[in-house]
């Protein structure tokens, strides 16, 4: 089992930034990846962020060369760094794992960008 909390979303002004933690517990040997899935209002929930336990990264088309993912390991933290937000980015961010058996979720923050 692993447990993950989600902190640090709020409300920003386009162009300006945010930074999101999310700590693992739990049976961290059995995570493989981590990262950062969004779901807008009436979207589909979709990829922002990966990053696999040997470091490969992996970005969704809409945020990359904005938002940076990262890790503290001796934390079990993960950390998403979002610079020039767009209106667009407004969305609920979920954290996930990926491992062997159940993948495991966030209970999601929320980031709204508007002026």
């Known amino acids: 089992q692993v447990q993950l909390v989600e902190s640090g979303g709020g409300l920003v002004q386009p162009g300006g930034s945010l930074r999101l933690s999310c700590a693992a517990s739990?049976?961290?040997?059995?995570?493989?990846?981590m990262g950062w899935h969004r779901q807008a209002r009436g979207k589909q929930r979709e990829l922002v962020a990966t990053i696999t336990r040997t470091g490969s990264t992996n970005y969704g088309d809409s945020v990359k060369g904005r938002f940076t993912i990262s890790r503290d390991s001796a934390k079990n933290t993960v950390y998403l760094q979002m610079n020039s937000l767009k209106p667009e980015d407004t969305a609920v961010y979920y954290c996930?794992?990926?491992?062997?058996?159940?993948?495991?979720w966030g209970q999601g923050t929320q980031v709204t960008v508007s002026s």
């Open positions: 739990g049976s961290i040997s059995s995570i493989s990846a």
């Open positions: 996930y794992a990926r491992r062997l058996g159940p993948d495991s």
